[in-house]
């Protein structure tokens, strides 16, 4: 019997292929570890002060206001420990520069104003739109002043940046970490849908005990905005080469500065805008979020 003979370049391809599944299965074994020991960080945690709080807060001191315990800050930053652990386990040491490489590729400078900008532009917008169709008759859900004066004042005189765990504790986790192993199987609109669902269903327990940011919020409209911001972010992230500082750090802190600055009353305005944002970028950009749908084709070189 005749053996059939692979050229090449079929071989190559072969080759190629069985590659990318082995990598595809390796990025779900380690999504599954992270996401599995991000939650149980958290909600081992979040039920130890939901149901014992009392016994928690006698060993630990009170949870806040103000922060000071300690596994507060060890839940908020869950994802960044299961990320910098597994990445070691994974990889070794490599593994870990590898991580953090994330926040030191270069990338065009225009999106770091994409990222600073986006959020607090699409609030002003909503905050003028409100203002010319209602006028005074109806109160503002946008707080326009607190956008253009309160927040930056807040972010050059205070070390509010710096004392918010939320970008340094969970971006190294969510961007760094999921982001680029959920794009292995999914494309860019839907890595971020699941992403963001995720990371909106993980803040649960902020929600269940109280004295806690969350736990005045409406968690339906707070999931929404999750997993829109979640979008802006991987839109941000195909588009300025894969760095979550410009993609995941930035825009998360921004978000959380126009909410300790007031500049919007609730999550439902918050949510809206976001909305109003994403549906924008799908528009201009398509479901892969990447440059601009409609450009026109460059001509070939002579």
């Given amino acids: 019997m005749a053996k059939i003979q692979m050229s090449p370049s079929a ?11 082995v990598a595809k299965r390796r990025a779900v074994r380690e999504l599954i570890a992270f996401f599995a020991l991000t939650f149980a ?16 807060e006698a060993v630990f001191g009170p949870l806040g206001p103000p922060l000071v315990s300690w596994p507060y800050y060890v839940a908020v930053c869950a994802p960044t420990i299961s990320a910098v652990g597994l990445s070691a386990l994974f990889g070794g040491l490599e593994g870990v520069k590898s991580l953090f490489r994330g926040l030191i590729r270069p990338f065009q400078l225009r999106w770091l104003f994409v990222a600073l900008l986006t959020f607090p532009t699409g609030l002003l917008l909503w905050g003028l739109a409100e203002r010319v169709l209602f006028g005074g008759t109806v109160s503002h859900a946008i707080n326009i002043h607190a956008i253009v004066v309160s927040a930056p004042i807040t972010l050059f005189t205070t070390a509010n940046i710096f004392v918010d765990p939320g970008p340094w504790g969970e971006e190294s986790g969510w961007r760094g970490f999921a982001l680029p ?9 839907m890595a971020a849908i699941i992403l963001g669902v995720i990371w909106g269903v993980w803040h649960t327990p902020a929600f269940l005990a109280s004295g806690l ?5 409406n968690f339906g409209w707070f999931l929404i905005g ?5 979008i802006v972010m991987a839109w941000i992230y ?30 439902k305005t918050q949510s809206f805008v976001l909305i109003a944002i994403v549906a924008l970028i799908i528009v201009v950009s398509g479901p892969g979020l990447k440059g601009l749908r409609f450009a026109r084709p460059q001509p070939a070189e002579a």
């Avoid at 002060?49 to 928690?56: E, G, L, S, T």
């Fill in 11 to 21: 071989m190559a391809d072969s080759i190629g292929s069985e590659q990318d599944t």
């Fill in 41 to 56: 960080i958290t909600f081992g945690l979040g039920a130890a002060v939901i149901f014992f709080r009392p016994q928690f």
């Fill in 181 to 189: 192993r959920l794009l292995t199987r999914f494309s860019p609109l």
């Fill in 213 to 217: 940011t969350q736990s005045k919020y």
């Fill in 226 to 230: 999750a997993t829109g911001i979640s």
């Fill in 238 to 267: 195909v588009n300025a080469n894969r760095n979550f500082l410009v993609a995941g750090f930035i825009p998360h802190a921004v978000n959380n500065l126009m909410g300790f600055s007031n500049a919007f009353t609730d999550t």
